[in-house]
T-cell receptor, first 112, second 112 residues
Framework: SQTIHQWPATLVQPVGSPLSLECTVEGTSNPNLYWYRQAAGRGLQLLFYSVGIGQISSEVPQNLSASRPQDRQFILSSKKLLLSDSGFYLC???????????FGQGTRLTVV | GENVEQHPSTLSVQEGDSAVIKCTYSDSASNYFPWYKQELGKRPQLIIDIRSNVGEKKDQRIAVTLNKTAKHFSLHITETQPEDSAVYFCAPLTSGTYKYIFGTGTRLKVLA
């Protein structure tokens, strides 16, 4: 069976500090991978998606970046966090054909 | 996909009543129509989906109906229960595209 791991579950970071959130998928190969951000009480904003190693499509450039160094690993990064980067970050994967999306447990990021 | 709106944004119903949430999309090539449920602080999870060759699908107390001509599909929940309280998202998708865009979300409150 397939599983998705996302960590950490919670994170408190000072403004201006770097960020690295990691997501890995097990039990499948060549998945589509996604990063979403959800502000409190708001919807799911698509940040990045990837259909293969090294292939990253950006929806919201801002000060965030994503990388896919391995087939089932997706990393969200920032060099300098802003207060507005606070939120609930969700990683997700879907089959290469694109149907149901499976979400990780999420990371609640608070920038102080 | 692309422009995806949900109505209403919030919905309160008495326990036992029915709830209907509508999702309107702009991409006429969309052919996969899922609904996700997100409980407070949790990850979104698929609850029901439908493909464009089917007009309606039912699974116990939940059902999804599709109107491709008008480009909208709806989630129907009958005999609502307190555990149905959550935020619901639609996410219409087109085969061959991988940009998984979620609707604006609907917060459902079931009052006991």
């Amino acid at each position: 069976s397939q599983t998705i791991h996302q960590w950490p579950a919670t994170l408190v970071q000072p403004v201006g500090s770097p960020l690295s959130l990691e997501c890995t998928v097990e039990g499948t190969s060549n998945p589509n991978l996604y990063w979403y951000r959800q502000a409190a009480g708001r919807g799911l904003q698509l940040l990045f998606y990837s259909v293969g190693i090294g292939q990253i499509s950006s929806e919201v450039p801002q000060n965030l970046s994503a990388s896919r160094p391995q087939d089932r690993q997706f990393i969200l990064s920032s060099k300098k966090l802003l207060l507005s980067d606070s939120g609930f970050y969700l990683c997700a994967w879907s089959w290469a054909g694109g149907t149901e999306a499976f979400f990780g447990q999420g990371t609640r990021l608070t920038v102080v | 996909g692309e422009n995806v709106e949900q109505h209403p944004s919030t919905l309160s119903v008495q326990e036992g009543d029915s709830a209907v949430i509508k999702c309107t999309y702009s991409d006429s090539a969309s052919n996969y129509f899922p609904w996700y449920k997100q409980e407070l602080g949790k990850r979104p999870q698929l609850i029901i989906d439908i493909r464009s060759n089917v007009g309606e699908k039912k699974d116990q107390r939940i059902a999804v109906t599709l109107n491709k001509t008008a480009k909208h599909f709806s989630l129907h929940i009958t005999e609502t229960q307190p555990e149905d309280s959550a935020v619901y998202f639609c996410a219409p998708l087109t085969s061959g595209t991988y940009k998984y865009i979620f609707g604006t979300g609907t917060r459902l409150k079931v009052l006991a």
